[in-house]
């Protein structure tokens, strides 16, 4: 839940190589593969895998490379497709928005519009556990599944793309501050003890909304292990960016 954004704040990002600070278009469409897994970012500049992604700002999408390619496989444009059970076929709805982690491609939750919706304001939370396949045309969801959504607040509330802008600046800043002080073999009280240490360090300049600070070191409190695990990610996922980016390139050649 880390590194979990909705893919409509994604849109019209705009699209960097934080290499050369090479700018590449905004982001116009985020697609997923037939295992319904975020693959993909389009741009004005063609197709960027996920996997180039060095991190999401508020403003800019920052990748290892400016590498845009052809699909090499059939993709979805999850947003928009219409929801159904096995046992009837006319939709109970769509898919209005969803949540996704941008290190793994992931989905985190499904935003539900239509019929199905309406008991919740016109917009529901699905988990991906609820949903069976990923056609070209249509999610098929279980069949009880109607019985486990929630609303888009209550559902949604454990997710860091849901927190103010200022909480999300601070988790920002105390994850970078961490960086040097966590190791993926701390253990858990131990984590928690440094996250603390953090958090009384930016209390105690008086810079920071005491509330928003409290939020923050709480989410990462919460969320330590997600945040152990981003962590061993980083230096995996830039080798792996940078080895596929050259594969790419040489096999043009």
């Known amino acids: 839940m880390f590194n979990v954004i909705r893919r409509s704040q994604m849109i019209g990002l705009t699209a960097m190589d934080s290499s050369t600070a090479t700018r590449f278009g905004g982001v116009e469409e985020v697609w997923v593969d037939h295992q319904g897994r975020v693959v993909y ?27 845009a390619t052809e699909p090499a496989t059939t993709l979805r444009r999850l947003c928009g497709m219409q929801v159904r059970t096995p046992s009837i076929s006319d939709p109970l709805g769509w898919i209005e928005d969803f949540l996704f982690d941008w290190e793994t491609g992931d989905i985190a939750a499904y935003i539900l519009g239509g019929e199905i919706a309406a008991p919740f304001g016109g917009r529901a939370v ?59 073999h701390d253990q858990p009280e131990v984590v928690r003890v440094k996250i603390k240490e953090v958090r009384d360090e930016l209390a105690a300049t008086g810079q920071y909304d005491q509330n928003a600070l409290k939020e923050a070191a709480d989410f990462l409190q919460d969320k330590w292990e997600d945040f152990q695990q981003s962590l061993s990610r980083t230096g995996q996922r830039m080798k792996q960016a940078i080895d596929s980016a050259w594969q790419r390139l040489t096999r043009r050649a």
């Open 126 to 184: 699905l988990f991906p556990e609820d949903v069976e396949v990923i056609d070209a045309e249509v999610v098929v969801i279980k069949e009880d599944a109607k019985n486990r959504l929630t609303s888009e607040s209550e559902g949604l509330k454990g997710f860091l793309s849901e927190k103010s802008q200022q909480v999300k600046n601070l988790v920002k800043q105390m994850g970078d501050r961490l960086k040097s002080l966590v190791y993926p």
């Open 41 to 67: 970012f389009a741009s004005s500049a063609g197709y960027t895998p996920l996997e180039q992604v060095s991190i999401v700002g508020p403003d800019a999408v920052l990748t290892y490379s400016d590498l």
